[in-house]
């Protein structure tokens, strides 16, 4: 018997709905943000990993990023799948617009210092974490 591979990430109708939704927006939305709360974790994690499907697909695009946070923002636990993401990008496709919206999450925090240490990266995105680490 062959079994569907395809099934672990199957989303329930409600999940396809926020998940179509989440294609459609471009920042956080609270509203949609509680919704995935009453979703549950399990399929927002499974409609976390279509988004960063579409992340990659879409070469890093910011909003393509930003669209995950309201996924961090329902369930911050799932923040280490997102940085694992992050970790993904080339240094010099790091986006420096992404910085603000994630400068106070404790899951990026490691993540950050490595991006700020690190020589290869960008200057914009080296100073959008160094200006937020000195309004601290």
Request: proline letters at 7%.
């Amino acid at each position: 018997k062959a079994i569907s591979l395809a099934g672990f990430d199957e989303l329930s109708p409600r999940g396809r709905e926020l998940f179509d939704a989440l294609l459609e927006s471009n920042n956080i939305l609270p509203p949609l943000v509680t919704s995935l709360q009453e979703l549950g974790e399990t399929e927002a994690e499974r409609i976390l990993s279509r988004l960063k499907r579409r992340a990659r697909s879409d070469q890093w695009e910011v909003k393509s990023l930003i669209r995950c946070l309201n996924l961090t923002s329902a369930f911050p636990e799932l923040g280490s799948s997102f940085v694992a993401l992050l970790s993904e990008i080339p240094v010099d496709k790091r986006p420096p617009a992404l910085i603000p919206q994630i400068r106070n999450e404790s899951w990026a925090k490691d993540m950050l210092q490595k991006w700020v240490a690190d020589t290869q990266t960008p200057t914009p995105v080296q100073k959008a974490i160094s200006g937020l680490q000195r309004r601290k």
